[in-house]
């Protein structure tokens, strides 16, 4: 185990801290712009898919790398909740309450990718198999996709309350 801390790339551990400070930052109330639900989801289910291995059986990674998108979101439309949720001052963007949720969001994807990265290093026969590229598809499915729906939850909340009555 020491050996492999040891041997992280220092890149790595400069994510794990910049994700464990937006994490920690989450703890309190924050403001998040439309800009950002609209934004994110794209950019992380694309770094998502491309890290997939599409050269054994594309459509099948691809298939079911789609369904766990799908579950994520779903989850996370569950999971988070509009309660205590407001229009800023400006009207551009949300103040969010302070929720654990996100440090664990934020934690959960970072190991996903650590692990899957740390496979790929120690044992890259077996990580190029299908049951691996298949449990793979699915954990980054659901970690991009439980980032999707939180961003679909909050868009909606940030929409209902701009169209709405005042």
Known sequence: MLITLQNTPGWVYAIF????????????????SKTSFLVTPPILLGWSLYSLNLSIHPSLTVGFWLVAVMVGSAAALVIFSRNGVALDDTGTGLILPGTIKTLVLY?????????????????????????????????????????????????????SLKTAPV
């Open 17 to 32: 801290l910049l994700l464990c400070y937006l994490g920690i930052k989450a703890l309190f109330p924050t403001r998040e």
């Open 107 to 159: 934690l959960l994807f970072f190991a996903v990718y650590y692990y899957f990265g740390y496979e790929a290093e120690i044992h890259p026969q077996q990580s190029k198999t299908l049951p691996v590229t298949l449990l793979k598809a699915c954990a980054s499915g659901v970690a991009s996709g439980l980032f999707c729906g939180r961003s679909i939850r909050f868009y909606q909340t940030f929409h």
